[in-house]
Nanobody, 123 residues
Framework: QVQLVESGGGLVQRGGSLRLSCAASGRAFSTYAVAWFRQGPGKERDIVAA????????YYTDSVQGRFNISRDNDKNTVYLQMNRLNEDDTGVYYCAARVGPYGLWDSSYDYWGQGTQVTVSS
């Protein structure tokens, strides 16, 4: 019912910025909670940030708090992740995920996933 396509990844030097986009197809996307997950080399896939479909606080994992900002434009069916002051620990494949209802912190709680976009931070 929902297809997600990530874009905006690439190679950036430490301290730089990137903005990731998650474009969704399908109706009623504005009613879905959306999260960004990432999977670093040899690591599990962990949540980075999440945004509810309705009023509520977005979530950020501690390591990105104050550096990343998640936002959504429901008219464009797009969710963004602005990433600032990137460091090498931010390297990984970033995935956009969506689910009906409130956001969750575990990847198993999400129903729809994009293919991922690679972010590499170099020193």
């Amino acid at each position: 019912q929902v297809q997600l396509v990530e874009s905006g990844g690439g190679l950036v030097q430490r301290g730089g910025s990137l903005r990731l986009s998650c474009a969704a197809s399908g109706r009623a996307f504005s009613t879905y909670a959306v999260a960004w997950f990432r999977q670093g080399p040899g690591k599990e896939r962990d949540i980075v940030a999440a945004i509810p479909w309705h009023d509520g606080q977005p979530y950020y994992t501690d390591s990105v708090q104050g550096r990343f900002n998640i936002s959504r434009d429901n008219d464009k069916n797009t969710v963004y992740l602005q990433m600032n002051r990137l460091n090498e620990d931010d390297t990984g494949v970033y995935y956009c995920a969506a689910r009906v209802g409130p956001y969750g912190l575990w990847d198993s709680s999400y129903d729809y996933w994009g293919q991922g976009t690679q972010v590499t931070v170099s020193s």
